[in-house]
């Protein structure tokens, strides 16, 4: 059994008034190449344990390895996209560690000459701010096995008796991207760090290189925190030259939701350590998604004890610049400054807009208005009933849709079903209700719960003449020009159609018939 | 160049998880010393003017394209490993770390 001392924390808000933070953020994505980054192993997730691994993989001697030009690639549009700069010639290294997730005793990675460095991400706050994460580098590795540890009560490591490894990840292409020191943040850290690694997932989706999965793994996030005292606000020079305190670096930090509370969590943690007159130990710590706090890992190795050295089986990467300018040539429309175009297209307000972004639904938005569907009525469904249940859930949007199946088409097929009046709102709703529980698409729902719009003017009319009758001094109201007067009568004649009836048309014809 | 001591000698011990006796520990104290002398006799020559390097060949950029190709079958992976399960290579038990 594992047990786990809660630690003291220090309430965010007094550590703010206390201590400035500053992030460092590095995160790894698993290139979604055929191949593997030094052998032509498959990379598929969820194949059966050890089926896609050969001699390279396992470090048998004599095999030899060799680059895959589409890591090469995807690593220097990675960099371009980051507004890096591209190394005219660097080298792999090896990391050596002992430990059998990876089976040749080393990593094979980057080390003092990584293939890019010197770059920046604007990433756009929920306000609408924009805050500069300046990008050190991101360099080309390779990923490690998969360890499941046995007769530990959790699966986790203590307590176990022994670890089963599958080696099938390991030598999958993986590009590191690590982030300067975030500074000047103050207390929306824990917010510019959810942001930055939204922005980059949009980014890295945007260019194709990577299935950017967090629940997955293949894009995961470690997150370094350390405080220093405050001294003024986060942005002042005299703020800005206090030297960094001592970090730690929290791993595998796997849901956007997690970087935000794993940040904020690490901040209160330290903050009540300085504040007691403690120190901070450098370490790594576990996140636990389930109850939010970290614990403590291994006290983390110096850069000395991995022994990097030159690795001798591969020759240097040296791109040309003709090479670099033709993969200029191919990078995507940034997703910032997409999202501006889409705006204009979809003639949203910013708010509009900025609710679109942070539900997550510009994808969704825009794959139902090529299905045909207005924006406005694209947005007015995603941010609607699905939206609500996603939040309660606590999952995104696109995975919410994707796991009940309700698809972009189904939604323009439903507001198509409206702007033809087969449906009012109120039944769009429900038929809406209706495809999230799984009875099916929008026309089938429709039909199966027999949900239509009485089309019969004759019924309307009916009703119509009906509710006037009964409401003479309404009538009257409506004939000397409060035209406003007509919604209670609409009610009525809504209530007499047993709601199937066109609100709209209820209207014209009343109106139609006191003026 | 720095002489090897005996804490260096028990760092690199852990590092490679390597357990070393006391007598073990003095013996690769004097064992490896020997060596790192050795080889720091390469430090004598003269290199002024001549670039770094790493390889041999003058080569950059030998890359393969991002085929597939078959892999060895897990029967045939498994094949070396002293022990395994579940289709996977079993270890020891790992302390403390994660």
């Known amino acids: ?515 | 160049m720095s002489s090897l001591s005996r804490d260096d000698v028990a760092h690199l011990a852990g590092l490679a998880r390597i357990e070393l006796s006391d007598a073990e520990l003095d013996r690769m104290v004097g064992e490896l010393g020997v060596i790192l002398e050795s080889v720091a006799k390469v430090q004598q020559a003269p290199t002024d003017g001549v670039a770094p390097m790493s390889h041999p060949m003058p080569l950059t950029n030998v890359t393969r394209p991002d085929v597939v190709r078959p892999s060895l079958g897990a029967e045939a992976v498994l094949a070396g490993a002293p022990e395994a399960e579940q289709q996977r290579f079993s270890v020891p038990r790992i302390l403390d770390e994660d």
């Open chain 1, 1 to 515: 059994m594992t047990t786990v001392a809660t630690d003291a924390v220090m309430d965010y808000d007094e550590a703010m008034t206390k201590f400035d933070p500053v992030m460092g953020l590095e995160v790894h994505v698993e290139l979604h190449t055929a191949t593997k980054m030094f052998c032509g192993c498959p990379t598929e997730f969820g194949a059966e344990p050890n089926s896609q691994v050969c001699p390279v993989c396992l470090g048998l001697p004599g095999a030899l390895p060799v680059v895959n030009e589409k890591a090469v690639e995807s690593a220097i549009r990675i960099g371009l996209a980051l507004n890096c700069e591209i190394a005219e010639w660097c080298r792999f290294a090896r990391k050596n560690y002992f430990y059998p997730d990876m089976p040749k005793n080393f990593q094979t990675s980057q080390y003092d000459e990584p293939i890019a460095f010197e770059g920046h991400l604007d990433v756009e706050l929920e306000d609408g701010s924009v805050y500069r994460v300046e990008i050190e580098r991101a360099h080309m590795e390779e990923d490690t096995g998969k360890s499941l540890h046995i007769g530990g009560a959790t699966g986790r490591i203590h307590g176990a008796d022994h670890s089963l490894v599958d080696y099938n990840r390991a030598g999958i292409p993986l590009i590191e991207i690590v982030t300067k020191p975030m500074v000047g943040a103050g207390e929306r850290a824990p917010e510019v760090a959810k942001a930055y690694v939204s922005a980059l997932r949009d980014l890295l989706r945007a260019l194709d290189v990577s299935d950017v999965k967090m629940e997955q793994g293949s894009m995961r996030c470690d997150a370094n925190v350390s405080l220093r005292p405050r001294v003024g606000e986060p942005l002042d020079e005299a703020q800005l030259a206090v030297p960094l305190g001592t970090r730690t670096e929290t791993k595998n930090v796997n849901s956007l939701r997690s970087v935000e509370r794993a940040v904020r969590y690490e901040i209160s943690r330290h903050a009540a350590i300085l504040d007691g007159g403690g120190s901070i130990l450098q370490e790594t710590r576990h996140w636990h998604e389930d109850t939010g706090i970290t614990t403590s890992g291994r006290v983390k190795s110096d850069a000395e004890d991995y022994r990097y050295f030159p690795e001798p089986d591969l020759v240097p990467v040296a791109p040309t610049r003709e090479t670099v300018e033709t993969l200029r040539g191919t990078l995507p429309e940034p997703p910032g400054l997409r999202r501006k175009r889409l705006q204009s297209d979809w003639g949203y307000s910013d708010l509009e807009m900025r609710d679109v972004v942070n539900a997550g639904a510009v994808e969704l938005i825009e794959e139902t208005v090529a299905a045909g569907a207005s924006a406005g009525a694209a947005k007015k469904w995603w941010l609607g009933e699905p939206s609500r249940r996603a939040n309660a859930e606590g999952q995104d949007i696109v995975t919410y849709a994707a796991g009940l199946g309700l698809t972009p088409a189904h939604v323009a097929e439903l507001d198509g079903m409206v702007a033809a009046g087969r449906l009012n709102d109120s039944m769009a709703r429900q038929v809406l209700d209706g495809v999230l529980a799984g009875e099916g698409t929008p026309t089938a729902v429709a039909d199966a719960r027999g949900l239509e719009l009485v089309q019969d003017d004759g019924a309307l009319e009916a009703a119509v003449d009906k509710v006037i009758e009964a409401n003479p001094d309404v009538a009257a109201k409506i004939r000397d020009g409060k035209v406003a007067a007509a919604g209670a009568l609409i009610g009525q004649v809504m209530k007499e159609m047993k709601g199937q009836a066109d609100a709209g048309k209820a209207r014209e014809l009343i109106l139609a018939k006191l003026q």
